[in-house]
């Protein structure tokens, strides 16, 4: 069973610029999280989708991104302009919806906005 | 709002030698997830604690929640290189919710 993926897994932007990222999910997990990880500080969660729903979008930072997941498949996250503080590492992870189970993580996206 | 506060930040140990991690949490946990993360990789699941006083091992880790579901610990006994990483605790409010997680440990082995 191939894992959650994600693409790309660096990117280097120039201020201002527009970065996409890509989460493929662990095929049938309905649940689709992204989190990220900036400079010495914790992981912190970002959004929560159920299918092709936002569940929970309570983390993200601003309306300079945004999330979308058409069909209830994979995910994209945009930022647009990026900004210096943007810079991190982006997770997404994925969880089946059946019983309390573990959430698979992908190796990230490193994000560096220059 | 909830937070996770894990100690030590980092820790070094000799090879064969046995460590504890630390994880502690401001509110009743509903759920308690150990990850580890090496360098350039996803956080890797370990194991999922809920019951209070619940313990799990796999291998050589053993992680457990306390009777009052706010502190676990993450127990390394003969550490080997393959340990080498960092461990993260993870907080859940809900059965679906997301993860809060501490600031995690690194864990380096001395040969």
């Known amino acids: 069973e191939a894992g959650v993926t994600q693409f790309p897994s660096h990117s280097v932007i120039e201020k201002g610029q527009t970065v996409t990222l890509r989460c493929d999910p662990i095929?049938?997990?309905?649940?689709l999280y992204w989190y990220r990880r900036v400079m010495g500080k914790e992981i912190k969660f970002l959004l929560h989708f159920v299918k092709e729903s936002k569940q929970d979008e309570s983390g993200m930072p601003n309306n300079r991104f945004l999330a979308e997941r058409t069909g209830g498949t994979y995910s994209t996250l945009k930022v647009q302009p990026a900004e210096l503080e943007d810079s991190g590492v982006y997770f997404c992870a994925s969880r089946s919806t059946k019983g309390v189970s573990e959430q698979y993580f992908g190796p990230g996206t490193r994000l560096t906005v220059t | 709002s909830q937070e996770l506060e894990q100690s030590p930040q980092s820790l070094i140990v000799q090879e064969g030698k046995n460590l504890t991690i630390n994880c502690t949490s401001s509110k009743t946990l509903y759920g308690l997830y150990w990850y580890k993360q090496k360098y350039g990789e996803g956080l890797i699941f370990l194991m999922m604690?809920?019951?209070?006083?619940e313990e799990k091992s796999h291998e050589k880790i053993t992680a457990k929640l306390d009777e009052k579901k706010q502190q676990s610990s993450l127990h390394i006994t003969a550490s080997q290189p393959s340990h080498a990483g960092i461990y993260l605790c993870?907080?859940?409010?809900?059965?679906?919710?997301?993860?809060?997680f501490g600031s995690g440990t690194r864990l380096s082995i001395r040969p």
């Open positions: 993870g907080a859940v409010g809900g059965e679906y919710s997301k993860i809060i």
């Open positions: 095929s049938g997990h309905d649940n």
């Open positions: 604690l809920q019951k209070g006083g």
